[in-house]
């Protein structure tokens, strides 16, 4: 059974950073890519960043780049994301996601909430 369990979230100052963390069972992790999704309240889930299977590419969506690093270690089959320079904007339940044959899987959330 796939499951992705997210860790890492908070409350931070506008500026400051967090790590968040998804560490991931039952499945090859290190053959399938991985991504990191946000949604605000009132909004629509958005695709955040990804990262290919052997972690030799990376993509973010245009309103995090410079700001988020994603990355993974397939020996400890754990996905990150590096958030710094957060803004209020940022704030979301971040959830970590993979697809296997076509069928999405995600983690149940972590919250991160950017406020002063």
């Known amino acids: 059974q796939i499951q992705l369990v997210e860790s890492g979230g908070g409350l931070v100052q506008p500026g400051g950073s967090l790590r968040l963390s998804c560490a991931a069972s039952?499945?090859?992790?290190?053959?399938?890519?991985m991504n990191w999704y946000r949604q605000a309240p009132g909004k629509e889930r958005e695709l955040v960043a990804s990262i290919t299977s052997t972690g030799g590419s990376t993509r973010y969506t245009d309103s995090v780049k410079g700001r988020f690093t994603i990355s993974r270690d397939n020996a400890k089959n754990t996905v990150d994301l590096q958030m710094n320079n957060l803004k209020p904007e940022d704030t979301a339940v971040y959830y970590c996601?993979?697809?296997?044959?076509?069928?999405?899987?995600w983690g149940q959330g972590t919250q991160v909430t950017v406020s002063s």
């Open positions: 996601n993979t697809q296997r044959r076509s069928v999405d899987y």
């Open positions: 039952g499945f090859i992790f290190r053959l399938y890519g």
